[in-house]
């Protein structure tokens, strides 16, 4: 009876979750399917069927030794990136004046190589006849911020009141694990002295699972972010924009009398990203906490892969054009795809179409 009214409960959380009644029969097509496919085999295949699968986790944990590896790799050339970045820093934040030499850059449009010299000499003159009291900009002002409102997913998460805090920050860094498990790597963004909080960095530690489970080793595909931490953030007195005071009136019940009592809710800011959901083996996230924690992995997987390794494209604009394009180019292919299969469709009547599906990134899976 007590087995059976487990079994009873578990079926109910599983009908009030889709997604995971979802993942549950997928897993339970492809136990029957392989199922299936060994009860018809004769048993002197069976055991050499049995061998290739124990070959296969042999592979999976081989993989498992190349992506660390990989990360060891990783680890290596951050090391060598790091002084330019830290020269991009530098000048950023008005720190270094770069070189004329530095400054030098070849356009790769006609149009600016063959500009007239009358017109380089206007331009000139009027340099030179800029007020000399005129206040000149130090470093490159706003650079992140404007990077945080050039890029979709970034800028969904700004809020206006982030946004005097942002020019602030003045560096954003990917700090690699070391070779000893778990595997991780850490955002640190970096801000000058300002009037909002005492931190000068801010880190966000994202974790990965690198080794194959032992109960569905053929899962494994690769390093998996499968957990993140944030950091306290040491507000100033009433500086702190991921809370807001609201008012509200309360009634006495007895007397009649009322009163207006203040009090303290979230409010939406690019700084909760430093305070993630809780990942707890032992709770069952509901479908809005894994989709929060599923954009969260997928934005730390994008600062430290494209935002961070190409900032002044991005502050250009120069990586949107590339990311739209290589969209527009994978919208149509797809498009070619399904008019292939439409005409396929008017070939073959009666004809099944075979179900195919977008592969997820393995860093945004969730254990």
């Not at 069976?46 to 590896?69: C, D, G, P």
């Not at 700004?158 to 920050?169: A, R, S």
């Not at 850490?186 to 489970?213: A, G, H, Q």
């Amino acid at each position: 009876d007590g087995d059976s009214e487990a079994k009873g409960k578990l079926s109910d959380q599983a009908m009030q979750n889709p997604q995971a009644l979802a993942a549950l029969q997928d897993k339970i097509d492809s136990v029957s399917h392989s199922a299936s496919i060994m009860e018809s085999l004769p048993k002197s295949v069976k055991r050499r069927v049995n061998a290739l699968r124990n070959l296969q986790v042999n592979s999976t944990h081989i993989e498992a030794k190349f992506y660390k590896e990989v990360h060891e790799l990783e680890r290596k050339y951050a090391a060598l990136y790091q002084p330019l970045f830290d020269k991009r820093r530098d000048i950023v934040s008005g720190k270094v004046e770069p070189t004329e030499e530095e400054c030098e850059w070849q356009s790769d449009h006609e149009d600016e190589e063959a500009l007239a010299e009358d017109l380089k000499k206007k331009a000139a003159i009027e340099e030179i006849t800029e007020d000399a009291n005129e206040e000149k900009p130090s470093g490159v002002p706003e650079f992140w911020l404007t990077i945080f409102r050039s890029v979709d997913m970034l800028s969904d998460m700004l809020q206006e009141h982030d946004e005097p805090i942002l020019k602030h920050l003045q560096d954003i860094k990917v700090i690699f694990s070391g070779p000893d498990p778990p595997m991780s790597f850490t955002l640190e963004f970096r801000f000058e002295p300002n009037e909002y909080f005492t931190n000068t960095i801010l880190t966000k530690v994202y974790k990965m699972k690198s080794e194959p489970d032992t109960d569905d080793p053929f899962s494994f595909e690769g390093p998996e972010i499968i957990d993140c931490e944030g950091c306290e953030i040491d507000w100033h007195k009433g500086k702190d924009v991921t809370v807001k005071t609201i008012k509200k009136k309360q009634k006495h019940k007895g007397r009649g009398t009322a009163r207006v009592i203040t009090k303290q809710v979230p409010n939406d800011s690019f700084f909760n990203f430093f305070n993630p959901i809780k990942v707890s083996p032992d709770k069952e996230l509901d479908e809005d906490a894994e989709y929060t924690l599923a954009t969260d992995f997928e934005i730390g997987h994008f600062f430290r892969e494209r935002i961070v390794p190409r900032a002044v494209l991005y502050f250009t604009g120069e990586a949107l054009e590339d990311d739209e394009s290589f969209e527009e180019e994978e919208l149509e292919e797809g498009e070619e795809e399904d008019k292939d299969d439409e005409d396929e469709d008017d070939e073959e009547e009666g004809g099944s179409n075979a179900k195919s599906g977008d592969p997820q990134p393995a860093e945004c899976k969730q254990q």
